[in-house]
């Protein structure tokens, strides 16, 4: 008896296992597909997130611009995230690739981030590429006739940029007549894409809301008549604009959004379609004739200055907290004294955010040698791959409006003065020139643009023509 039932026991026991890997294996199995299932979906699908790519056009250095597309190739990767792309910023890439990490010697360690008195991330190799990039950086421009009908939009302007937007149309004016310009695709590290989104806003044929079709039509016509924005799906081309217009008008040209440079004042990384380190700021500068004035930090009597209109919940605070201060002058409204007079008078001037991130005021702050004071969340700042902001700005967070004249007050005489006086160093890369002149605004940007540069050529011999495999 007692073992008939050791044999029972010891079958329910093989039949239950027998079952529970009936049941287990369809299980195993199911779970396995599922997760195949989203690991597939999350390394080809472009449903949560926009894919930036990065392009590598196989291009020999004397092959003629004639050629039809087959001779040319390009190999795209596609990157479903910001954080997935190869390079965090040009300019740490950069650094990096010298500093050994892509098998080449370094002769100097990766930047000098420690002293915040020096006011380049990297002099030494800041000066070494400026030079480099000053021999050899090339561009082509996409080319208008006069009698274009939108001549207006797409050439120089003949008479002398102004106004808060004036950034784009020097940079446009000056590029033409540098000897950055090739008329020779194949010789080409970038091409320019010559648009004047301020023209177009004021183009009654146009307008503000047409601007979207119009850059969307321009892109069509470009890639069917010019094989080059087909040649790297536009990562080898760039468009610079001022006015804050300039986001929203490539909302149906998602290719130039994405792929593109685009060199704009409203550089801030919190909102949808600029992205930080492919992208780069256009710094937003008031043109000014002449040299800037002789300073003196004694005469600087006021702590701190702003003037401007109460257009954001950043400036109505400021207002709200500190309108009847006696060391801290936060106006609205119409200045009874001259505007220059207030930054020359003042320690430290205020750029508060307004609509965007971007004012001139950080230019005027360097320009009549005010220490300038950011409060605005989440901006790209002009040059940050060059310049060390920390060693002639400060930057305060919006929560801490409150906690302004405490900040600004913990700063020491000689902190101050080390302050200015790096003001006074990095002025010059926040003005224009016509002619521009080395280090000046338009140099600058075109610095950036090297950094940026997207399309790695090939010695002719690693140039294969499909149509000979």
């Not at 808060?164 to 033409?176: C, G, P, Q, R, T």
């Not at 302050?419 to 075109?446: C, E, G």
Request: net charge positive.
């Amino acid at each position: 008896m007692a073992h008939s039932s050791l044999l029972l026991y010891y079958s329910n026991r093989r039949l239950s296992g027998s079952f529970r890997s009936f049941f287990f294996i369809p299980t195993a199995l199911a779970l396995i597909t599922s997760i195949s299932i989203l690991f597939y979906i999350s390394t080809t699908s472009n449903l949560f997130t926009h894919p930036h790519q990065i392009t590598v056009r196989l291009k020999p250095p004397h092959v003629s611009s004639t050629l039809s597309p087959p001779a040319r190739q390009t190999i795209s990767i596609s990157f479903q995230n910001a954080s997935q792309r190869p390079f965090e910023s040009p300019k740490i890439a950069h650094l990096k690739e010298r500093s050994g990490e892509a098998g080449i010697e370094s002769q100097r360690p990766l930047g000098n981030y420690v002293n915040n008195n020096e006011v380049y991330l990297d002099r030494d190799i800041f000066l070494e590429d400026y030079k480099q990039m000053n021999g050899s950086f090339k561009i082509y421009v996409y080319p208008h006739r006069r009698d274009d009908p939108f001549a207006n939009v797409l050439l120089p302007v003949d008479s002398e940029p102004g106004g808060n937007y004036a950034s784009e149309s020097y940079f446009k004016k000056v590029l033409m007549k540098s000897h950055f310009i090739t008329k020779d695709s194949t010789k080409a590290d970038l091409f320019f894409l010559p648009f004047s989104i301020a023209r177009l806003r004021h183009d009654p044929r146009v307008g503000v809301g047409g601007i979207p079709d119009f850059i969307r039509d321009y892109i069509f016509n470009i890639s069917q008549k010019y094989p080059y924005w087909n040649w790297t799906g536009g990562a080898d081309h760039f468009y610079v604009a001022c006015h804050s217009i300039g986001r929203s008008a490539m909302d149906k040209a998602n290719q130039v959004k994405f792929n593109a440079i685009q060199v704009v004042c409203s550089s801030t990384y919190f909102q949808y379609g600029y992205i930080a380190h492919k992208d780069a700021c256009l710094p937003q500068i008031w043109p000014r004739q002449g040299d800037p004035p002789d300073l003196a930090s004694s005469k600087r009597k006021k702590l701190a200055f702003f003037a401007g209109q109460m257009n954001s919940p950043v400036r109505q605070k400021l207002l709200q907290v500190w309108r009847n201060d006696t060391e801290i002058f936060a106006h609205h409204g119409r200045l009874t004294t001259p505007y220059a007079d207030e930054l020359l008078g003042s320690k430290f001037c205020l750029h508060v955010k307004g609509f965007e991130v971007n004012t001139a005021r950080i230019a005027d702050s360097l320009y009549y040698g005010c220490v300038p004071v950011i409060i605005a969340n989440y901006y790209d700042l002009p040059f940050a791959d060059i310049l060390n902001w920390k060693s002639f700005s400060i930057i305060v967070a919006t929560l801490d409006i409150p906690l302004l004249k405490k900040i600004l007050k913990g700063i020491s005489p000689e902190e101050y003065l080390m302050l200015q006086s790096n003001v006074l160093k990095v002025r010059k890369h926040f003005q224009w020139h016509l002619p521009s002149i080395d280090y000046d605004a338009f140099y600058m940007v075109m610095y950036e643009l090297w950094l940026r540069r997207s399309s790695m050529r090939f010695p002719s011999s690693a140039f294969v023509d499909p149509s000979h495999r």
